[in-house]
């Protein structure tokens, strides 16, 4: 582990002395903090410190601020309109912060000309006016990171996406999604049911920045062009100012199909087993009834989400969601047509079965179309939890309808 330190000594990087030139005065730092525990910690954070030596402040720039109380708050994140803002804090309290939540917390030092530092400095004056503070924000597209990203590369005249923008990433807002997110199950569940084909195209560095921790380390290899166009190297230096004593993430995604699949398959074979017995055991036959109907729930009102995340909101890295063949609204129906069926309406034998049949189905042509290319959404840990209850639900339905209970 690395103390704890102050955020002072960093000023010794440059020549002490101040010039005339406007902008001689300031440094510039992105301040990039490691991964905390709660789920929008993930991902990490970044800042834009400004270091004026004349008026003796040092203020880091924040684009992650938002407010659980905030009107509309809940509506805005359903609908995806969720409004951040901009601010500027003391940047020593804020790396201590950081520390005391014991995040890891780099420093670097920017390369920029007098004239760029004072750009930087009066465009993020600018935007923490409270005029100018908010902003739409959107996970991978707009966020705390992009907006730093977007602000050095505003004051270097486009200097950061021309190197970065047709260089491939080797990598996926899904694939860095859930490496970010394995440390919690119920969470990564949920966002690979959620996220739709969209996350699954190839990302350049450019769009990898949103991530704070591949900013920082992008900005590392990336140069910038002196008086007389000779390339230098962007970043100065860069300083660990304090190291987790927590574990770091993982560098690439888990694989947990098989892990999927085993605890489906699990409850796939207990509500088999019940279904096979619900025409001689009154016990089976609730059991099959209870299990189906909680199955039935979950997957058709987790049908109707993502079919309104798609067609109701702007949330459009759920759009064009594949996961909607194994979370299909059409469960919804089966609530009360198994019920009705296992204790003997006649008026739902046809439909019961047909209706199984047919959800069942449609999550075993989700994974069959797999093998068509325009089809490529990442969702085999999804099907591997749905397919195999859905089937066996389906062959219950089946067993009960055969040797239907009369009353």
Known sequence: MVAAASLSPAYSQRAPGVSST???????????????????ERFGHNAIWIHDELGGTDIAYNYGMFDFQQENFLLRFAQGRMLYWMEGFNAELMA???IRADRTVWVQELNLTPAERAELRDFLVWNARPENRYYLYNYYYDNCSTRVRDAIDLVLGGRLEEQTAGVPSGATYRSHTRRLTSNDVPVYTGLMLGLGQPVDVPISLWEEMFLPLKLRTTLNDLTVLNELGQEEPLVVSERLLYESTKSGVP??????????????????GIIALLGWLSP???????GFVSLSVVWSLFAGSGGLILAALWALTDHTTSYR????????????????????????????VRPARWLAFCVAGLAALGFVLQILP??????GAPIALALPIHISVAWGVVNLARNRIVR
Request: glycine residues 8%.
């Open 22 to 40: 406007p902008g001689s005065q300031l440094t510039v730092y992105v301040m990039t903090m490691g991964p905390g525990d709660l789920v929008w």
């Open 96 to 98: 201590q912060a950081y």
């Open 251 to 268: 560098a690439s995604p888990p694989h947990w199909i098989s892990g999927y699949l085993l605890a489906s398959g699990l409850v796939a």
């Open 280 to 286: 001689r055991r009154l016990a089976a036959r609730r």
């Open 321 to 348: 969601n594949e996961n909607l063949f194994q979370l299909n609204p059409l469960s919804l129906a089966l609530i009360v047509l198994i019920p009705a069926l296992a204790f003997g309406a006649e008026w739902a």
């Open 374 to 379: 325009w089809l490529d959404q990442v969702n």
